[in-house]
Every structure is written in structure tokens, then in C-alpha cells.
């Protein structure tokens, strides 16, 4: 599908990311699930595109992330990665572990670390939690894998706590949830999703670590921002939270195309005969 002619730009390192902290460069991420969307995103310059477990609320339509498996993953990241090197192959491309895939132990977890990588050129993994994984993390980044990690609301616990409110409002919970990111970052991480906290929170430990923070509703400071692709297109009219901009109303776009789609094809206005052969 390469077009022979599309620009191949520098494909963005995690080198590349630590970089762009310490120049103060903004680190763009969105979430992508197939090869037509992550085309698209490539092409438009985003620097990391993530394939996200939430492909299990948006993609598959399940309540939670628990459900998806690591090779219905792995099928998700084949796709995306196939549509970065179909555009200019710019764009970091990290896969979430799914829940159950690294908690067991840590050699379970570097199998299938390992299988994610070898299935097809992706960059990095992602997993959540703090010292629980730090362990974990060392072990895979060792071997050479680069780990992506998660802090704040960690949708795989959603069961544990019962609610998508914001996290580490209070003070211990603050001080333990810096002290994980200190652990993870010591453990080999190359940046840090933070998602859901105070902004104030997330600003200490922004400027407290090394490696980039990336916000999902963690305020400004953060070294990146990170949105789902369905959130930000619009394609779920029911879900509005405060952390999501919203740059296009897709839900409503697609529902007038195909309600005008099937008027046609009710009126027999369509195919014309220009449209036939
Ligand atoms: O699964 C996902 O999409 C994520 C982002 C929201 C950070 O983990």
C-alpha cells in the first residue's frame, strides 16, 4: 500500500521522546485500533499512536478492558502497525498488555512482552501499576523492550475500586503514587501515563522524573497528552467527560450519511448513471 512516494520521516524513538522533555517539546498520543485510522494519524504527525486495551470498551463494546486477550491485541496491533508503515512510518507504536498477560509472574509477563514484539515491528509495550510491576518492568526492559507505564486510574483495577473518579486526591495516596513513578521510572520505564489525578500532582512528578509523564485528564504539565481516537472524534455521543476535547462530531456526521444512504437507496436515487456501468 506504500504509495512509493509518501515522505519517510525519522521514526520517533523513546531516545527521541526523552529528548523532547528536555526540550520542553510537547509529546502528542492518540489511540488507534485498525490500519485506516492509524494511517490517518501517522500521516497528520502524531508521535506516538497507542493501541490501547480500551479497544474493549470501543471497539468490541465491552463495560471494561478485562475482557480483551492478548491476541485479539496483537490482532489490533498488527493492523496499526501496518498503517504507520503505510504513511510515512513516523509514529512510535505501543501495545497495552491486557489484564491477566503480565500480573501472574514476571517470566509470564516477558513471554508475552516477547510475543507482542515478535508478531509484528511494534515499539514498546505498556502495562499499569506501580511497585506492584516495578519488578516486572525491570525484567522485560532488561531483555530490551521498552515499557510504557501507567499510574493513577488503572482501568484493569476498576473492580478494585469501584469507580472512574479522579485518583491520589489524597495526600498518602499522592505520596505513594510519586513514589511509584520514581520506582518505575528506576525500573527502566521510558515515559509514564498518568491519568485521572490533580494537576498539581502530576506537575510534581513531571518535574520530579526523567522520563516524560503523559496526561490522560492530568492537566497541563504533563510532558505529553494522551486521548482515545473515539473521544476526541466524537463517535460516542453518550460519553462526555471534562478531560476530553472534542475536535469533530463524527457520531452525528456518520448518522446523517447513512440516514441520507438509505433514503436513496429507498428513492432509487441511487445508484445514477454515473454511478453504474
Ligand atoms: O487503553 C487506553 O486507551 C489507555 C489510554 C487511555 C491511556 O490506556
Given at each position: 500500500m506504500n504509495s512509493g512516494n509518501q515522505q519517510k520521516s525519522a521514526h520517533v524513538t523513546t531516545r527521541r521522546l526523552l529528548d523532547m522533555k528536555a526540550n520542553g517539546e510537547k509529546i502528542s498520543v492518540l489511540t488507534a485500533y485498525d490500519f485506516t485510522t492509524a494511517r490517518i494519524l501517522d500521516r497528520a504527525g502524531v508521535d506516538v499512536i497507542l493501541v490501547g486495551d480500551s479497544a474493549s470498551n470501543?471497539?468490541?463494546?465491552?463495560?471494561?478492558?478485562?475482557?480483551?486477550t492478548i491476541d485479539e491485541m496483537i490482532y489490533h496491533a498488527k493492523a496499526v502497525v501496518r498503517g504507520v508503515q503505510a504513511e510515512t512510518s513516523r509514529a512510535m507504536v505501543v501495545i497495552d498488555m491486557p489484564f491477566m498477560s503480565y500480573q501472574l509472574s514476571s517470566e509470564e509477563a516477558l513471554r508475552n512482552a516477547g510475543k507482542i514484539m515478535k508478531?509484528?515491528?511494534?515499539d514498546a509495550v505498556k502495562m499499569e501499576g506501580g511497585r506492584i510491576v516495578a519488578d516486572t518492568v525491570k525484567r522485560i526492559t532488561d531483555v530490551g523492550i521498552p515499557v510504557m507505564g501507567h499510574l493513577g486510574l488503572m482501568p484493569q483495577s476498576i473492580y478494585k475500586y469501584g469507580s472512574y473518579r479522579v485518583r491520589a486526591q489524597e495526600e498518602r495516596e499522592a505520596e505513594q503514587l510519586l513514589e511509584d513513578a520514581k520506582l518505575i521510572e528506576q525500573a527502566g520505564a521510558f515515559a509514564i501515563v498518568l491519568e485521572k489525578i490533580p494537576s498539581k500532582l502530576a506537575e510534581e512528578v513531571t518535574a520530579q522524573l526523567t522520563i516524560p509523564t503523559i496526561g490522560i485528564g492530568a492537566?497541563?504539565?504533563?510532558?505529553g497528552q494522551v486521548l482515545v481516537i473515539n473521544d476526541i472524534l466524537g463517535l460516542n455521543r453518550e460519553f462526555r467527560p471534562r478531560f476530553v476535547r472534542r475536535y469533530a462530531e463524527l457520531d452525528a456526521i456518520i448518522d446523517g450519511a447513512v440516514r441520507q444512504y438509505v433514503d436513496d437507496v429507498k428513492s432509487g436515487s441511487f445508484p445514477s448513471s454515473d454511478e453504474s456501468y
Open positions: 470501543v471497539f468490541s463494546g465491552h463495560n471494561t478492558t478485562l475482557p480483551i508478531e509484528h515491528e511494534c492537566g497541563p504539565s504533563c510532558d
